[in-house]
């Protein structure tokens, strides 16, 4: 029995697995971390290992903790994956990017993928049938679009996020939720294109908080699934551990 654990730049995700299989998933902000992992390991006394994925820094007594309840994996540049890295700076590529990489490969072998993380920023990551991966892209998410447009302007207001009624926006509110909603929209979809344009068997992968909210608006046809970065770090812990 496993447990996932990915702090993000919002919010810290548990997650617990037998074998492939996810039991249940946690979802709480880094206060309620200690709290949050009492409470699993009362829940789930038989699991043995542990992976710590983190884009935010954790202070080290909740490293410690961890190693002391578990085999604690900390995921870096320096494990072991299941494809050929092809990023020119791999000690600077987001652990996230290299878990869902590697869920790609599980779960679709043999196969061109483009996974789409929908988050806090809009990653993308490109991995040829070969198991190559080749780099990607990354962008502002959704809440940072709507936020850069309030904090770096003098009148425009912070919304909150909505689908837009329009294309053409027929006030500033309206203006603001087709400009930030549609551009992203129109982005992935242009991404998506240019990729089937090279690679006309693309299969495209979307996933991140935001990904239930986009997924029916893009014209191209996606795989949504919400837990493919939790997969993925499940995955890199059992194809480390052997």
């Known amino acids: 029995m496993n447990l996932i654990v990915d702090v993000g730049n919002t919010f810290v995700k548990f997650a617990v697995f037998q074998e492939d299989e996810l039991l249940e998933k946690f979802i709480v902000e880094l206060s309620e971390f200690e709290k949050t992992l009492k409470k699993i390991s009362n829940?789930?006394?038989k699991i043995k290992k542990c992976i710590l994925a983190s884009v935010a820094r954790l202070p080290k007594e909740v490293?410690?903790?961890l190693e002391n309840q578990y085999n604690l994996l900390l995921l870096d540049s320096n494990l072991k994956f299941p494809f050929q890295n092809h990023y020119t700076s791999p000690t600077t590529m987001g652990v996230d990017r290299m878990a869902l990489v590697a869920a790609s490969v599980k779960?679709?072998?043999n196969e061109n993928v483009l996974i789409i993380d929908a988050g806090s920023c809009i990653t993308y990551d490109f991995?040829?049938?070969?198991n190559d991966y080749l780099g990607g892209a990354i962008s502002p998410g959704?809440?940072?679009?709507y936020k850069s447009l309030h904090n770096f302007t003098a009148n425009l207001p912070l919304l909150d996020t909505a689908m837009p009624k329009s294309l053409t926006g027929d006030s500033?509110?309206?203006?603001?939720?087709s400009g930030v909603v549609n551009g992203i929209i129109k982005e992935m979809d242009g991404v998506i294109d240019e990729y089937q344009e090279e690679y006309s068997?693309?299969?495209v992968i979307l996933t991140g908080g935001d990904a239930n909210f986009l997924s029916k608006q893009l014209k191209n046809s996606i795989f949504a699934n919400s837990n493919f970065l939790?997969?993925?770090?499940n995955f890199i812990l059992e194809y480390n551990s052997h």
């Open 172 to 177: 500033t509110t309206a203006a603001i939720h």
């Open 107 to 109: 779960q679709h072998p």
């Open 127 to 130: 991995i040829t049938q070969q």
């Open 63 to 65: 490293i410690v903790d």
């Open 230 to 233: 939790l997969e993925g770090l």
């Open 43 to 45: 829940i789930y006394p």
């Open 142 to 145: 959704i809440r940072l679009r």
């Open 201 to 203: 068997d693309l299969t």
